[in-house]
C-alpha cells in the first residue's frame, strides 16, 4: 500500500503563497493525482491510521483560475469505498464529476480510480473538496483555492499574503465505527474528541500543546484568511484576539465587506476574511479560537474549544530568520455563548451581493416553481423485538425533508436517469410541500415517525424555484446547515417561527441577496432561497450535519435538458465507477 510522510500545515501554507507569485495563461488544464491512502497520525497522545489523500492531513489544497480545466485522478488504496464531492463548484453540464456516491457515480472500490474533469466557469474565491460517503470525510478534505483571471484584480486591496484555515473535528475513535454504532443501535452517535486548525487541535486540549497551529505575521501587513468549516457535526464561532476581521467572500462569491470581531460558519461553508495587522510590534500574542454554535440539547456535540495563536515577528531578532518571543503575554478573545441564536441571525443578516455591474446578483425576480419544505429531526419506529437507544426505548432516531427519509438507492440515480431505467430505483413523486401541516416550530405533534423513501423533484431547464426551508421543533429545535449540489442560490429571507406566506415574502430581498451553496436554516425558523435550474443532471440537497445526513435529512433535485445544445447532460466518461 503506498505510503507517504504527513505534510506539516507550515508547509501547507509555504506552497500556497508559492503559487500565488506565480501568474499562469487563462484557461489553463490543471492536473491533479490523488492517492487515498491509510496513514498513521498522532493527535492527543494518541496514534491511530487514517484515511488521507497522498498522506496529508488536511489533504493537499487544488489550486485554479476561474476559467481552468481541472483534471484529478484519484485512485483508492484503502480497504473502504471512496468518492470526492468538489464542495460548491457549479459542475455545469459535468455532473458525473460532482462525486456524491449514489447520487452522480458508484462509488471508487479499492483498487479503482477514476478521473474527475470540470470547468471552473464564473467562480473565484475559496472552495472544497471532500469525501462524500459515509463518515470518511472526517480526514479526507483540503482546500480549493479559485483566482481570478489573469490581470483581474480582487474587488478589495490585494493581501500581503494568503493562509488557509480550515476546521475539522478529531475522533480518538474510527469514525466508521462511530456512525456503524449509531445506526444500529439508533441513538446518538458518540462526539469528536477536539477541534482542529489544519489538522492540529492546539494547547487547550490534554497533551496537545505541541499541535499547535501557529499564524506568523509581520506588523502593518493585511493577509487574507480563506476559512473553511470541514467539521462533521459542529458550527462554529471563530474569532481572533484583538483583530477585528472584514469578511469579503463567501462560498466563492464576492460580498460587500462587513467588519466584526466574531464569524460564524456552518460546516460545509467558506468565508474569506481580511486581517490587518497591528501598525507595530504589540508585544503579545493573540489567540484564535473556534467553537461550536449548538442550540440542539446537551451532549449531543463537541463542546469543547480549538485554538491556534497568532505571532508577529520580533522586529529587534537579526535578519534572516524572524524570531518569535515564546514569554509575551498571550491575549485571548470573548466568543458568543454556545446556544446564541440571535448573533447568528444578526450577522447573518449583515451579508449581502456585491451587486456591482462586474459582479451582478441575478436574482430571479419572477418565480416558476414554489417549494415548502420542512426539515428536522424524527423518529422510527424499533425493530421486532428490537431495543432502541433512540428518543425512547422504542424508537430510532430519525430525520427528514417533508417528512420523507432519503434512501440512499444501491446505483447512482444520475446514472439510473441518464440510461431512462429510473424504475425501482427512485420515484419522481416528492412532494413539494408537507403532506399533513403542523405547528412547524410549536409543540410537536404526537406522532414523530417519518416515512422512508427515494423521491425526486423534477424540474424543467431554465425553471424559476424559489424554495422556503422551514425548521421544525420535532425532538428539539436545532439549526441545520443545508447544502444544494450543482447550484448557488440566493438568501432572499429568513425568520424565526413559522413562515407566513401572505406576510413573509414581502420583506424579501430581491436587491443584493448573499449568494451561497450553503445556508444555515435557523433554529425553529426558515429561510427562503431563489435559483435558477439552468444545470441539467441530478443534484444532491442535503444538510451538512453527517449525522443528520446518516439519519435522511436529504433529498435530490433532477433537472432536465434544455433545448439547445448546450443546455444538455453531457454522456458519462468511460471510466465511470460501476456499482
Known amino acids: 500500500m503506498a505510503t507517504s510522510y504527513l505534510l506539516p500545515c507550515y508547509v501547507l501554507i509555504t506552497v500556497l503563497v508559492l503559487f500565488f507569485s506565480v501568474d499562469v495563461t487563462e484557461g489553463a488544464i490543471r492536473e491533479y493525482q490523488f492517492d487515498v491512502q491509510m496513514t498513521n497520525v498522532t493527535r492527543l497522545c494518541s496514534s491511530k491510521s487514517i484515511v488521507t489523500v497522498n498522506g496529508q492531513f488536511p489533504g493537499p489544497p487544488v489550486f485554479a483560475r476561474e476559467g481552468d480545466f481541472v483534471v484529478i485522478r484519484v485512485v483508492n488504496h484503502v480497504p473502504y469505498n471512496m468518492s470526492i464531492h468538489w464542495h460548491g463548484v457549479r459542475q455545469l453540464r459535468s455532473g458525473w464529476a460532482d462525486g456524491p456516491a449514489y447520487i452522480t457515480q458508484c462509488p471508487i472500490q479499492s483498487g479503482q480510480s477514476y478521473v474527475y474533469k470540470f470547468t471552473i466557469t464564473g467562480q473565484r474565491g475559496t472552495l472544497w473538496w471532500h469525501a462524500h460517503i459515509s463518515w470518511l470525510r472526517a480526514t479526507v478534505y483540503g482546500a480549493i483555492v479559485i483566482l481570478p483571471k489573469p490581470g483581474v484584480p480582487y474587488p478589495f486591496p490585494a493581501p500581503y499574503k494568503e493562509v488557509p484555515v480550515i476546521f475539522g473535528e478529531w475522533w480518538t475513535a474510527d469514525t466508521e465505527a462511530v456512525i456503524s454504532q449509531a445506526l444500529q443501535t439508533g441513538g446518538g ?15 487547550l486540549y490534554n497533551c ?14 493585511t493577509y487574507m484568511l480563506r476559512i473553511i468549516n470541514a467539521a462533521l457535526n459542529d458550527e462554529l464561532f471563530f474569532s481572533i484576539a484583538g483583530h477585528p476581521l472584514t469578511v469579503v467572500d463567501v462560498d466563492a462569491v464576492y460580498i ?3 467588519t466584526v470581531d466574531t464569524i460564524l460558519i456552518t460546516p460545509g461553508q467558506t468565508t474569506n476574511v481580511l486581517l490587518t495587522t497591528k501598525p507595530s510590534y504589540p508585544g503579545a500574542t493573540y489567540y484564535m479560537l473556534a467553537a461550536p454554535y449548538s442550540t440542539a440539547r446537551p451532549g449531543t456535540f463537541d463542546n469543547t474549544t480549538v485554538a491556534g495563536i497568532l505571532e508577529y515577528e520580533d522586529p529587534t531578532s537579526p535578519p534572516p530568520h524572524a524570531a518569535f518571543n515564546k514569554n509575551l503575554p498571550a491575549l485571548k478573545p470573548t466568543l458568543p455563548q454556545i446556544n446564541d441564536t440571535s448573533f447568528v441571525a444578526n450577522y447573518t443578516a449583515k451579508l449581502r451581493s456585491l451587486a456591482t455591474a462586474e459582479y451582478p446578483a441575478a436574482v430571479p425576480q419572477e418565480v416558476d416553481r414554489r417549494f415548502f419544505f420542512t426539515v428536522g429531526l424524527g423518529t422510527h419506529p424499533c425493530a ?17 425533508v417533508n417528512n420523507v427519509s432519503f434512501v440512499l438507492p444501491t446505483t447512482a440515480l444520475l446514472q439510473s436517469h441518464f440510461a431512462g431505467k429510473s424504475k425501482g430505483v427512485y420515484s419522481s413523486n416528492f412532494p413539494a410541500a408537507p403532506l399533513v401541516p403542523f405547528n412547524y416550530t410549536g409543540t410537536p405533534p404526537n406522532n414523530t415517525n417519518v416515512a422512508n423513501g427515494t423521491k425526486l423533484v423534477v424540474l424543467p431547464y431554465g425553471a424559476s424555484v424559489e424554495l422556503v426551508l422551514q425548521g421544525t421543533s420535532i425532538l428539539g429545535a436545532e439549526s441545520h446547515p443545508l447544502h444544494l449540489h450543482g447550484f448557488n442560490f440566493f438568501v432572499v429571507g429568513q425568520g424565526f417561527g413559522n413562515f407566513d406566506p401572505a406576510k413573509d415574502p414581502a420583506k424579501y430581498n430581491l436587491v443584493d441577496p448573499v449568494e451561497r451553496n450553503t445556508v444555515g436554516v435557523p433554529a425553529a425558523g426558515w429561510v427562503a432561497i431563489r435559483f435558477r435550474a439552468d444545470n441539467p443532471g441530478v443534484w444532491f440537497m442535503h444538510c451538512h450535519l453527517e449525522v443528520h445526513v446518516s439519519w435522511g435529512l436529504k433529498m435530490a433535485w433532477l433537472v432536465l435538458d434544455g433545448d439547445r445544445p448546450n443546455e444538455k447532460l453531457l454522456p458519462p466518461p468511460s471510466d465511470l465507477p460501476r456499482c
Do not use: E, M
Open 189 to 203: 452517535p458518540n462526539v469528536s474528541d477536539a477541534f482542529t486548525i489544519n489538522g492540529l487541535p492546539g494547547p
Open 208 to 221: 496537545s500543546a505541541k499541535d499547535t497551529f501557529k499564524l506568523k505575521v509581520k506588523p502593518g501587513k
Open 256 to 258: 460587500k465587506p462587513i
Open 384 to 400: 421486532v423485538n428490537g431495543t432502541c437507544q433512540g428518543p425512547t426505548n422504542s424508537s430510532r432516531f430519525a430525520a427528514s
